[in-house]
């Protein structure tokens, strides 16, 4: 039988805080059970704390160094807006753009 202890903790980029909905302020730590065809069901703790929802999607990691630590990493549905504020002003962008044209 295979037992893995699950710990999520979260250290919070301000500067990606309107992109992120799950705000915590604590470690959770929660123990999760290896089940047959390789099903791990994660405890309620750790999906409500993550804000997960049926069907999202993650991508495993696993460190050569670190083979007992296992990340999971969301694979966001949408990134849309994600980079709204990388060059500014978009419209004053585009038109300091357009004009360097001539």
Not at 61 to 77: G, Q, W, Y
Request: proline fraction near 4%.
């Amino acid at each position: 039988m295979f037992v893995a202890t699950i710990s999520f903790s979260y250290q919070i980029d301000l500067s990606a805080i309107r992109w992120h909905t799950v705000r915590m302020n604590r470690p959770v730590t929660a123990e999760a059970r290896m089940r047959a065809r390789n099903q791990l069901t994660l405890p309620d703790p750790v999906v409500q704390a993550a804000g997960i929802a049926e069907g999202d999607r993650f991508v495993v990691e696993i460190d050569a160094n670190e083979p007992d630590i296992v990340r999971l990493h969301r694979i966001r549905s949408s990134y849309a807006g994600a980079l709204a504020d990388l060059y500014g002003d978009a419209a004053a962008y585009v038109e300091s753009e357009r004009a360097s044209w001539d």
